[in-house]
């Protein structure tokens, strides 16, 4: 019953923050962050491990830097679910600036795969992308250990015409909906484990990857096509930048392709350093016989 409780108090703060002006929300959010990190924690430490893993050669007070920046903006990107999941569309567009290299209004757009790639922005990158598309998408999911919290995040996150499925249960669906011609958003830059993953290099460091994209994207004859949320400087709201779809992809070898989206993100993570989703043990999993780094 707390739980419930606790739940309900959570989504009805998230709803009032949602009315306010998106400034005063995304200082808030700010703050929080600043005010955590002055905490000692496990994912302060984390954040410091993947910085010092992937930038060994940036001084201390670099890497301090970044990882106070990032953390802000992680605990900023939280509280900004609430106008996220629950601002009008209508603010979302006054918010969210859409840089494509993709025609999202095409009605003969082919099958496509649309590859979030973790930025904190994320999510409003995600939910907008499905807004401008203005068709019916699949969207991926990692599931909530809280069935309650999994719920209300499938809903709001499926408010503008998407199909929400779990990850786990996920290439069956992803073919249908890529026969179906509705484009599917997805994320494949985190440690899922060794299932359908292979051991490859992210800032020359061994990370376990999913190779499950470049198998869809074969299997379901689409394209596929990065896209970046990025948080803009000065609390003005957001940027969409959706990428070029990706040439000569797939090769047929599932490390190679895994590698391609490393190297996006070698190529984009240095642009943004403070957005990259630091948080997340990224290095989590370890090949045989090497030891843990968190």
């Known amino acids: 019953m707390l739980g419930r409780i606790g739940i309900a108090l959570a ?8 009315v306010l002006p998106y400034g005063i929300t995304a200082r808030f959010g700010d703050g929080l962050g600043w005010l955590l990190y002055q905490v000692p924690s496990s994912r302060k430490r984390v954040v410091h491990t993947n910085l010092r893993l992937c930038f060994p050669d940036w001084a ?15 605990i900023r990107s939280y509280v900004e679910r609430s106008v996220q999941w629950f601002g009008s569309a209508k603010k979302l567009e ?12 095409d009605p003969n757009l082919p099958p496509t795969l649309f590859l979030g790639l973790h930025f904190v922005g994320i999510e409003a990158g995600s939910i907008f992308l499905n807004y401008s598309l203005h068709r019916q998408c699949g969207s991926l999911y990692q599931p909530f250990s809280n069935p309650q919290i999994e719920e209300i995040a499938k809903t709001q996150r499926a408010r ?10 996920s290439a069956r669906i992803v073919l249908r909906w890529l026969r179906d011609r509705k484009p599917v958003m997805l994320g494949a830059d985190m440690d899922y484990g060794m299932r359908n993953s292979a051991f490859v290099p ?9 190779t499950a994209v470049g198998r869809l994207a074969k299997a379901g004859h689409a394209q596929v096509v990065p896209f970046i949320g990025e948080v803009l400087p000065n609390y003005k709201g957001y940027r969409l930048k959706i990428l070029k779809p990706w ?33 997340h043990k990224r290095f989590k999993t370890r090949p045989p016989g090497e030891p843990g780094v968190y």
């Open 202 to 210: 992210f800032f020359g460091i061994p990370a376990c990857t999913l």
């Open 60 to 74: 201390p007070e670099r890497r301090e830097e970044v990882a106070q920046q990032h953390f802000r903006h992680a």
């Open 94 to 105: 006054k918010l969210i600036e859409v840089d494509s290299a993709v025609d999202l209004s």
């Open 11 to 18: 989504v009805g703060f998230l709803k009032f923050l949602a």
């Open 247 to 279: 040439e000569n992809y797939p090769t047929g070898d599932d490390v190679a392709d895994a590698r391609r989206m490393n190297e996006l993100l070698e190529e984009q993570i240095p642009l943004i350093p403070e957005q990259y989703y630091w948080v």
């Open 160 to 169: 503008f015409g998407a199909d929400m499925a779990s990850r786990a249960d």
